[in-house]
């Protein structure tokens, strides 16, 4: 059952107890409703016209469904982290400006900091909701996305034992999205029933409306996945409380209300044209929606709000700080690493799945291990069959559905559980990219383990032959590559990841390798071995030139060094395991190395 919350409108200082409990809303909350829906309409013209851009159309459709969940979910503006809050995950982010007008409205900040804020470079109110600002679960704005988040966050709240709700307000023109399709259905094979939509139906995008553009059974589409579907009034406060208040109510199926709503509503010449999806209104359209308010003029005067944009643009005024999310990973125990000896030839995918496994019994508590991990029908080629046999119930098969899978095990990597997405490199680096990006926007610590990467993959065509991995996830600012030689450093490799926060990308290939041997022939990659990033591992030392290489290849670069060696051609060899990084002390003693 839900818990009773207290909110603090900052625009009434009176102190609200809104649940879904009560069976209807009472005349406290519609008085509330009402003129704070006037005031966030106010707001939504305000910050769009002053930044001369935005998406006010989208904004003002979704504004009830807004009031209404944020109003009475379990959050709190003076912990908006706090571990057992509901999650609002917005799919449609670009409706910002309504999204945060709520959020001022119940205390998460202050009015002036985001209407003088709003798509400037020296804030964090950007022009798609960002998660950096209080009050945002994910950050969005790539359409589709937010349905398979949520997911990922309901499943974090089913491996945590909290009962929190999930709601996922939507926009209808991304319900063309072939990713809304796999979350819908993930979501309900694992029964995550407390996930609930809504698809804001203004029948309204950006080249016009939604049957034209392309026709579609939004309905039909939501019953065949097997969710429960019901139709609103989506500007209704009492309408959209009992649909929420029956899904949250109903726990043997996951909900999805369609919310009638008119694109602009409130603002006469916006409302029911996709004209203001993403434009602002003018000098001459703002006073005329002065005018059509009613308010005090005084109300609507930008005069002040724009001397301190001057201001703090120009570096004069510092603006207000806000509270940034957790970074929240928990402490993981790397286990005991496993040694594969001289002679042996195993697969760095093999040593993968031994290693994941290793560490997940190291976690153990019961049934409980603060590992997942995510397949997409690969579980023998990925090597999960022993960790999925040990861990059946973190064990998450999402069948072939990668753009879901990515962003949901996205979304799960930032709730204290450490989250491993292994697949084919083809479909998990290059078909997803997308997905690995909004990840890394919203500082997810993602661990994506790729088989099958480069050219050891011959055989099967050009389609499976990923040989632009290290490129492609190059351009993500947060995450780490690390191509391992052989099957000793891929598992402390892999033990590594899984201890450290942030974003990893595991790069194997399918081929069994050779052990990489030192100078005394014993396994390199063993015994007093540590991983570290950035470090050049010296395999033999040379006079007159050195190899440096990454990846699978090591162990022939090896052979081919060791046959120059015995032609009296002095050359050493080092793995670079990290190829998009070397610390700046082994860059600095390869440029000291003969040769």
């Known amino acids: 059952m839900e818990t009773e919350h207290t909110h603090a409108p900052t625009s009434f200082g009176l102190d609200m107890h809104w649940t879904w409990e009560s069976a209807t809303?009472?005349?406290?909350?519609?008085?509330?409703?009402?003129?704070?829906?006037?005031?966030?309409?106010?707001?939504?013209?305000?910050?769009?016209?002053?930044?001369?851009?935005?998406?006010?159309?989208?904004?003002?459709?979704?504004?009830?469904?807004?009031?209404?969940?944020?109003?009475?979910?379990?959050l709190d503006?003076?912990?908006?982290?706090?571990?057992?809050?509901?999650?609002?995950?917005?799919?449609?982010?670009?409706?910002?400006?309504?999204?945060?007008?709520?959020?001022?409205?119940?205390?998460?900040?202050?009015?002036?900091?985001?209407?003088?804020?709003?798509?400037?470079?020296?804030?964090?109110?950007?022009?798609?909701?960002?998660?950096?600002?209080?009050?945002?679960?994910?950050?969005?704005?790539n359409l589709g996305q937010g349905l398979s988040a949520a997911a990922g966050m309901a499943l974090a709240l089913r491996f945590k034992k909290v009962g929190a709700q999930v709601f996922v307000p939507m926009g209808d023109g991304e319900q063309q999205k072939g990713q809304i399709s796999e979350a819908r259905r993930f979501v309900r094979k694992y029964q995550l029933?407390?996930?609930?939509?809504?698809?804001?139906?203004?029948?309204?995008q950006i080249g016009g409306r939604i049957e034209s553009i392309m026709p579609q059974d939004i309905a039909a589409g939501w019953e065949a996945d097997g969710w429960t579907v019901t139709t609103i009034d989506g500007h209704d406060p009492v309408q959209i409380h009992r649909a929420c208040r029956d899904a949250v109510r109903d726990t043997t199926t996951p909900h999805c209300i369609l919310a009638r709503t008119e694109m602009g509503k409130g603002?006469?010449?916006?409302?029911?044209?996709?004209?203001?999806?993403?434009?602002?209104?003018?000098?001459?359209?703002?006073?005329?929606?002065?005018?059509?308010?009613?308010?005090?003029?005084?109300?609507?005067?930008?005069?002040?709000?724009?001397?301190?944009?001057e201001a703090l643009e120009s570096g004069a005024e510092a603006p207000v700080e806000l509270a940034s999310p957790p970074d929240v990973y928990p402490a993981i125990r790397p286990g005991t690493p496993r040694t594969y000896e001289v002679g042996t030839k195993s697969d760095n995918r093999s040593a993968f799945g031994n290693a994941l496994l290793d560490v997940a019994e190291a976690n153990r508590a019961d049934d409980f291990t603060p590992i997942a991990a995510f397949d997409c029908d690969l579980e023998?080629?990925?090597?999960?069959?022993?960790?999925?046999?040990?861990?059946?119930?973190?064990?998450?098969?999402?069948?072939?559905?990668?753009?879901?899978?990515?962003?949901?095990?996205?979304?799960?990597?930032?709730?204290?559980?450490?989250?491993?997405?292994?697949?084919?490199?083809?479909?998990?680096?290059?078909?997803?990219?997308?997905?690995?990006?909004?990840?890394?926007?919203?500082?997810?610590?993602?661990?994506?383990a790729c088989t099958h990467i480069g050219l050891d993959v011959g055989e099967d065509g050009r389609t499976h032959q990923c040989i632009d991995y290290i490129g492609v996830l190059a351009n993500l600012f947060g995450i780490n590559i690390i191509v391992p030689a052989d099957p000793n450093q891929t598992d402390r490799a892999l033990r590594h990841m899984l201890v450290e926060p942030g974003m990893?990308?595991?790069?194997?290939?399918?081929?069994?390798?050779?052990?990489?041997?030192?100078?005394?022939?014993?396994?390199?990659?063993?015994?007093?071995?540590?991983?570290?990033?950035?470090?050049?591992?010296?395999?033999?030392?040379?006079?007159?030139?050195?190899v440096v290489v990454t990846?699978?290849?090591?162990?022939?670069?090896?052979?081919?060094?060791?046959?120059?060696?015995?032609?009296?051609?002095?050359?050493?060899?080092?793995v670079l395991a990290t190829p998009a990084y070397i610390a700046a002390a082994s860059l600095e003693e390869l440029a000291r190395t003969p040769g």
């Open 267 to 309: 603002v006469s010449f916006m409302e029911g044209t996709h004209a203001y999806h993403g434009v602002a209104a003018n000098a001459e359209e703002y006073a005329r929606a002065a005018e059509e308010s009613g308010e005090d003029p005084a109300l609507w005067d930008l005069g002040r709000l724009r001397v301190r944009i």
């Open 77 to 141: 503006p003076a912990d908006p982290w706090m571990h057992d809050r509901d999650r609002i995950v917005v799919s449609h982010g670009h409706t910002s400006p309504g999204v945060y007008s709520v959020l001022c409205r119940l205390g998460y900040f202050d009015r002036e900091s985001m209407l003088t804020g709003f798509r400037r470079t020296f804030s964090k109110f950007e022009g798609h909701i960002e998660r950096d600002v209080p009050g945002v679960e994910w950050t969005t704005g």
């Open 380 to 448: 023998g080629s990925v090597k999960l069959g022993a960790f999925h046999k040990a861990f059946p119930g973190h064990f998450i098969q999402s069948g072939i559905q990668e753009h879901h899978t990515a962003t949901c095990a996205g979304a799960l990597s930032i709730e204290e559980i450490v989250s491993v997405f292994a697949d084919f490199g083809v479909f998990g680096v290059c078909e997803t990219y997308n997905q690995h990006r909004l990840t890394d926007i919203n500082h997810g610590h993602l661990k994506l």
């Open 551 to 574: 990846g699978t290849l090591a162990g022939r670069a090896v052979e081919a060094v060791e046959r120059l060696r015995s032609d009296d051609l002095d050359v050493g060899i080092a």
């Open 504 to 546: 990893f990308f595991l790069g194997m290939g399918r081929s069994k390798l050779p052990i990489i041997t030192g100078e005394d022939g014993q396994p390199f990659f063993a015994g007093g071995y540590a991983f570290e990033m950035g470090r050049l591992d010296w395999i033999r030392r040379g006079a007159r030139g050195s």
């Open 193 to 204: 029933h407390n996930v609930t939509a809504l698809v804001d139906l203004n029948h309204q």
């Open 25 to 74: 809303l009472g005349d406290e909350y519609l008085a509330w409703h009402e003129t704070a829906r006037r005031e966030c309409v106010r707001d939504i013209l305000q910050m769009t016209h002053l930044a001369d851009s935005g998406h006010p159309g989208g904004s003002l459709s979704s504004l009830d469904l807004y009031l209404v969940l944020y109003s009475h979910c379990r």
